[in-house]
């Protein structure tokens, strides 16, 4: 049979594009479908214009440190308006390059919905369009639990379009965007409280770690409140939102913003039209190859629900053109030692085990930990603590996790993923040379593991 494409990728994304340049690359016949935005969650209302916050709501403590170093500074004031129309000027200019990047390697892109007619066909603006293989990259939404009154809540994706800064705020959550917008909720001005249902925010982290940023975000002035869940949100007559917990309290706030998960985007996607199955959580079940129970229709990124990670998307991406245009170049997806950052004020960086899942597969482990108060804080009053932690495997040396909390974590962590996936030992670390003074040193220096 003669298809339109050999290539049909719904989704421009992260993965989507990367799989789409790439295949194109490979001399395949291309077309990708979006809808929505070009670049996906990520670069419009997820981790590009998170970070361009995180840095503006950092600016409140330089300005107090600088006295320290001898700098005067008048009244500072921040303009929220300011701030969001640069972000979405930024914004604008990385769509005009996703758009680029796809046109100038080839790709057909049509600005439209795409919805599944059969295993080979889709339509587009009521045209059927057929391809030997059909991508779905379709990403993941906002999941708002019902209760009365969600309508009132807001999501991350509406957070990025506030038009002022809310005075008071209640962010729901305990997952990584959860710290990361009380973090900068908290650092641009407002009022911020965290409330989780669970004992302590970011379950599967290394414990150390999410205590001590439960420890730093209270310095700063996070009011934390665990174990609590809302009952139901009554929106005021004078536009503030009353809430009522679980537990039968009442808070008053200006803006509830959930951060509970995310469900696969698969709206109007036509999936009952094909074969594709989904897990028992709603995702697109693949197997390694990401190929769905449909043999022609394959997913990839948050859709798939696996690590929903930009990187991890743009791997599965080019696994898949790989695979699919260029066999002798296919490499497999390597799930280990992903470093992740969470951009929480202070920021944390992670990759590999943490001390509580080592043990739990069975490692006799040395944990390594080293506590202080940075450098660039000694001329300040900042009370702020940096934290870093080695995992170790005591029977053969191997370096299992790697952990911080601090400035700059996520630039540090990138290095040690790389020392972790060449397979560094404890050895390997003390031989090799700090760079004095810096926080990453502290990985090179420490001797004596703390008591078990």
Same mark, same amino acid.
């Given at each position: 049979m003669t298809y339109d494409f050999d290539l049909f990728v719904i989704g421009a994304g992260s993965g989507g594009v990367r799989a789409a340049r790439f295949a194109a690359g490979f001399g395949a016949r291309v077309a990708v479908a979006?809808?929505?935005?070009?670049?996906?969650?990520?670069?419009?209302?997820?981790?590009?214009?998170k970070k361009l916050l995180v840095y503006g709501a950092h600016f409140s403590e330089d300005f107090e440190q600088a006295e320290g170093f001898g700098w005067s500074l008048g009244q500072a004031n921040f303009?929220?308006?300011?701030?969001? *129309?640069?972000?979405?000027? !930024?914004?604008?200019? =990385?769509?005009?390059?996703?758009?680029?990047? #796809? +046109?100038?390697? %080839?790709?057909?892109?049509?600005?439209?919905?795409?919805?599944?007619?059969?295993?080979?066909?889709?339509?587009?603006d009521g045209k059927r369009i057929t391809a030997?293989?059909?991508?779905?990259?379709?990403?993941?939404?906002?999941?708002?639990?019902?209760?009365?009154?969600?309508?009132? *809540?807001?999501?991350?994706? !509406?957070?990025?379009? =506030?038009?002022?800064?809310?005075?008071?705020? #209640? +962010?729901?959550? %305990?997952?990584?965007?959860?710290v990361e917008f009380a973090s900068i909720f908290n650092g641009l001005g407002a009022q911020t409280s965290l409330l989780y249902r669970g004992e302590l925010f970011l379950r599967g982290f290394d414990g150390a770690v999410r205590e001590h940023l439960q420890d730093e975000l209270s310095?700063?002035?996070?009011?934390?409140?665990?174990?609590?869940? =809302?009952?139901?949100?009554?929106?005021?007559?004078?536009?503030?939102?009353?809430?009522?917990?679980?537990?039968?309290?009442?808070?008053?706030?200006?803006?509830?913003?959930?951060?509970?998960?995310?469900?696969?985007?698969?709206?109007?996607?036509?999936?009952?039209?094909?074969?594709?199955?989904?897990?028992?959580?709603?995702?697109?079940?693949?197997?390694?190859?990401y190929q769905s129970s449909e043999p022609s229709i394959l997913a990839i990124g948050?859709?798939?629900?696996?690590?929903?990670?930009?990187?991890?998307?743009?791997a599965e991406g080019m696994a898949v053109a790989r695979r699919l245009f260029k066999p002798e170049a296919y490499r497999p997806v390597n799930y280990e030692h992903i470093p992740t950052a969470v951009f929480s004020l202070p920021t944390i960086g992670t990759v590999g085990l943490s001390e509580e899942q080592a043990?739990?597969?069975?490692?006799?482990?040395?944990?390594?930990?080293?506590?202080?108060?940075?450098?660039?804080?000694?001329?300040?009053?900042?009370?702020?603590?940096?934290?870093?932690?080695?995992?170790?495997?005591?029977?053969?040396?191997?370096?299992?996790?790697?952990?911080?909390?601090?400035?700059?974590?996520?630039?540090?962590?990138?290095?040690?993923?790389?020392?972790?996936?060449?397979?560094a030992t404890k050895q390997m670390f003390d031989d090799t040379m700090g760079v004095h003074p810096t926080t990453a040193e502290e990985f090179v220096t420490l001797r004596t593991p703390v008591a078990p």
């Open positions: 979006e809808s929505r935005y070009l670049g996906g969650t990520c670069v419009n209302v997820g981790c590009v214009p303009d929220w308006a300011t701030l969001i *129309a640069n972000k979405d000027r !930024e914004i604008q200019r =990385l769509n005009g390059i996703y758009h680029d990047l #796809l +046109v100038n390697s %080839g790709v057909t892109l049509l600005e439209s919905h795409a919805r599944l007619l059969d295993a080979h066909s889709v339509e587009v030997k293989h059909i991508l779905l990259a379709t990403g993941g939404w906002p999941h708002i639990p019902e209760l009365p009154g969600r309508e009132h *809540a807001i999501s991350s994706n !509406e957070a990025f379009f =506030l038009k002022t800064l809310p005075k008071r705020v #209640l +962010v729901i959550g %305990g997952g990584y965007i959860a310095k700063r002035g996070v009011d934390l409140q665990f174990n609590t869940d =809302l009952a139901r949100i009554d929106k005021q007559a004078d536009g503030s939102l009353q809430v009522t917990t679980k537990d039968g309290r009442v808070l008053h706030t200006d803006c509830v913003f959930y951060a509970t998960g995310r469900r696969p985007m698969l709206d109007n996607l036509g999936l009952e039209n094909t074969g594709v199955k989904l897990d028992k959580r709603g995702f697109i079940q693949v197997d390694e190859q948050d859709v798939i629900g696996r690590v929903q990670l930009t990187p991890v998307a743009l043990k739990a597969d069975g490692h006799r482990v040395s944990v390594y930990e080293s506590r202080f108060r940075p450098m660039k804080l000694t001329l300040t009053d900042s009370q702020e603590r940096t934290l870093i932690k080695l995992v170790v495997d005591a029977d053969n040396d191997r370096v299992l996790g790697c952990h911080i909390v601090g400035p700059e974590a996520g630039e540090i962590i990138q290095g040690l993923a790389i020392a972790l996936q060449a397979g």
